[in-house]
């Protein structure tokens, strides 16, 4: 039902019942000093695929890249431990996996969801005038990217970790019953990055209100304290020609940070956008527009 020629978040199997097979995989280098929070947040990013198409996780594989004769192997179990916190959460079970033995240390999951046929929610069924949410805060990147560089603030990087680690269960269950049309979730390609790719899908265009997104307490000075992410600056690259800008070009660098575990971008019927932000947390950050352009305002 969905293969690669979409760019969508998973691939989509139909199973001839009804009933459709979910499949994504997501590796990670390390995002964080703690073991334990990097195995949480690799398995939340995991997931999240899953939850981007309707999906429910079923069964998770788990892969394990480690550097055996530099690293101790109790590390190794802090990271998978972890990571089975997370998996236990969403109801997600943990089924198997392989490690081998590598110069860096890589973790991460092949995780299988189910999905009604009729139920499955992708990239490029949304219309203009559909209302945007958008279900987690923006500017993990930039503080992870301070995180490393010992510049973060405690409270930043611990409501940092937080968000990166959270599911997006309730916001994946919330697309069905309140009608999106299409959703996506934000990482590595940042907020525009990830809209635009559902704009293409979708034929459509979108505004951004820049002061409708939630931005982590704290990024927006560590962005000006030079805290800037390799893959954000690809990102703004990429996205600058494609952006109509009314706002400062930080702002914009915010708009196109990379995330590393961000929320759902979903695009649904203005009268029904209210009740999934409130059901799950979310906020409206735009609308769909008919013709083709990306705008920041
Ligand atoms: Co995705
Ligand atoms: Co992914
Ligand atoms: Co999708």
Known sequence: MVGVATGDDAGVYALGDGRALV?????FTPVVDSPRDWGRIAAA??????????GEPVTALQYLGWPRDELALEIAG????GGMDVMQDAGCTVVGGHSIDSPEPTFGYAVTGV?????????????PDDSLILTKPIGMGIATTAIKRGRCPDSLAAAAIDWMASINKEAGKGLVIHGAHAATDVTGFGL???LRELCRASGTGATVEFDSVRVLDGVPQLLEEGMWPG??????LSLEP???????LADL???????????LLVALPPDRATAYADAVGGVEIGRLTSDKRLRLT
């Not at 139920?119 to 069924?125: P, R």
């Not at 893959?231 to 703004?236: C, D, K």
């Open 78 to 81: 802090e990271v998978i431990a």
């Open 23 to 27: 499949q994504t995989v997501d590796i």
């Open 115 to 127: 999905v009604d046929t009729e139920s499955v929610i992708t990239n490029e069924g949304a219309r």
């Open 231 to 236: 893959g954000s600056q690809r990102n703004l």
């Open 192 to 194: 525009l990055g990830h």
């Open 253 to 263: 660098k915010l708009m196109v940070d990379a995330q590393t575990s961000g929320g």
């Open 242 to 248: 494609d952006v109509e800008n009314e706002r400062e």
């Open 45 to 54: 990013n995991a997931l999240s695929d899953v939850y981007a198409m309707g």
